[in-house]
DNA sequence: TATTGTTATACTCTATAACTATA
DNA sequence: TATAGTTATAGAGTATAACAATA
């Protein structure tokens, strides 16, 4: 697989060293997130952020607010409003932690469950567009590149 | 190169089917996107957008309002707000067109040049230093990759 | 005293609508 | 009439500061 001269790099580095890998992985991924983030349907009801937190909620369990702040990396009061709005509209539950009266503990409810879901297959309709139009030993790299992406952004 | 037992994958579906591969690359770049923005230097005068907009004009040089509203995929007055910021604060040069009186032309200046690469270098400084955690072999799959995840954003 | 979460308030970025100037 | 850009205004999302309740 080349990149020869039928494509022009869209970053003036060329990635021959890592410090030039670190800047065109940047790039390219900052403008892929940015895409999908533009090719959202503008019906749907949550904000991206909101559905990271169900998607966290499915992941983990049932959590409090500061965790999913800290999952999220939000501060905590932004936090406590992206779950009161999903509280609201009936995606996730709240209530009282018995053993520590301070915390608010949250956790998914079944139209919650649905809703991310029905999202999600939604958000991945672009993304699978795109891929289709990849070679299958390209597929390929890319199945095998984003876990690794996975683990740059969390560890 | 494995991902057995000692890594629990970070998201439910196993990308086997493309399905799954779209909605786990979708959710690793995200991820990415949203911690490389979480460990940019407080400090930094420019928004991640700002920086967006000098490096197009480096690539494609002097441009057209219109023409970065599109490249960036905004709408022109928040690219409008974008540019005055930009020239504000001395990073590019408006001036109007000769041929054509209702375009604004907007090129960089070698102040905006200077900044955006001492920005791109410690933006570049997390990324670089996570790569560093992967294994010689994991970063060349990761070189090959980077040229396609640009493509799913920008084709 | 320290911690968890909330409320009050402000800032940033983006959008739509309405307007000006030019083609 | 259509197009390029700007101004006015509003909405979404996040932050800091101050506060209440509990450990």
Chains 1, 2 share one sequence.
Do not use: C, W
């Amino acid at each position: 697989m080349t990149y020869g001269h039928e494509m022009t790099p869209d970053v003036e580095t060329v990635a021959r060293t890592d410090a030039g890998l670190a800047s065109e992985l940047r790039l390219s991924v900052v403008r892929l997130a940015r895409r999908l983030r533009s090719e959202r349907d503008p019906a749907n009801v949550l904000s991206v952020g909101a559905m990271s937190v169900l998607g966290v909620l499915i992941r983990n369990g049932e959590s409090t607010v500061g965790q999913l702040a800290a999952s999220e990396r939000v501060r905590p009061p932004s936090m406590t409003r992206t779950v009161a709005a999903l509280a609201d509209a009936g995606f996730v539950v709240r209530r009282a932690s018995a053993s520590d009266g301070r915390v608010t503990l949250v956790e998914i409810s079944a139209k919650g469950r649905q809703t991310l879901y029905a999202d999600r297959r939604q958000r991945d309709a672009f993304l699978a567009r795109q891929l289709a139009g990849l070679t299958p030993a390209e597929r390929a790299l890319i199945r095998k590149a984003a876990p690794l992406i996975e683990r740059l952004a969390t560890s």
